[in-house]
């Protein structure tokens, strides 16, 4: 990993867990924040790390946001959102090894998978730290918050397209 790389995922890393965090507690859903969160979490910090991706544009580099943003979530306790980015950054790394970095494909199939595992396993490790509610319930719940994020992600990943292609064509992004 070069140095432009571990500083884009760190900047965009702390970026988007800083917006993250504001939108859940400005928007006072803390307390539901197991079911709720990833659905802020999947507007403008997944278009964060989106770009981060397209940024850093080279092997290892979803692994490495990942990884980042894992570490930031243990800091604060987080631990089953930490595990969750972890899964993602090693899910998404090797998807985008075959179909690469940047393009609108590879952007919205890339962000499509780490908002969707992002809001489902969310809701997964919230159900097991919350305690598991009947079986029939959890799968119902999880069919539902599947199909809203992974709908949500691939929005997110048009956006994250438009804006990534912005930032690199400017000359904002190298």
Do not use: H
Request: aromatic letters at 10%; a positive charge.
């Amino acid at each position: 990993m070069d140095r432009k790389s571990v500083i884009y995922a760190s900047v965009f890393s702390v970026a988007s867990f800083g917006v993250a965090a504001a939108m859940s507690l400005s928007a006072s859903l803390y307390v539901l924040s197991v079911f709720l969160d990833p659905v802020l979490t999947l507007t403008i910090p997944l278009i964060i790390i989106s770009i981060a991706i397209q940024a850093i544009n080279q092997k290892n580099g979803p692994l490495l946001v990942g990884l980042i943003n894992s570490i930031l979530y243990a800091v604060f306790f987080l631990f089953f959102l930490s595990v969750t980015f972890l899964v993602v950054g090693i899910v998404v790394e090797m998807v985008s090894r075959k179909i690469g970095y940047r393009g609108l494909s590879a952007v919205v199939i890339n962000t499509t998978l780490a908002g969707g595992l992002a809001g489902v396993l969310s809701v997964l490790f919230g159900f097991i730290f919350l305690g598991i509610p009947k079986i029939q319930d959890l799968s119902m719940l999880l069919v539902v918050f599947s199909i809203i994020y992974f709908l949500e992600s691939a929005i997110m990943g048009i956006i994250s397209n438009s804006l990534g292609k912005f930032l690199i064509n400017s000359g904002v992004i190298k």
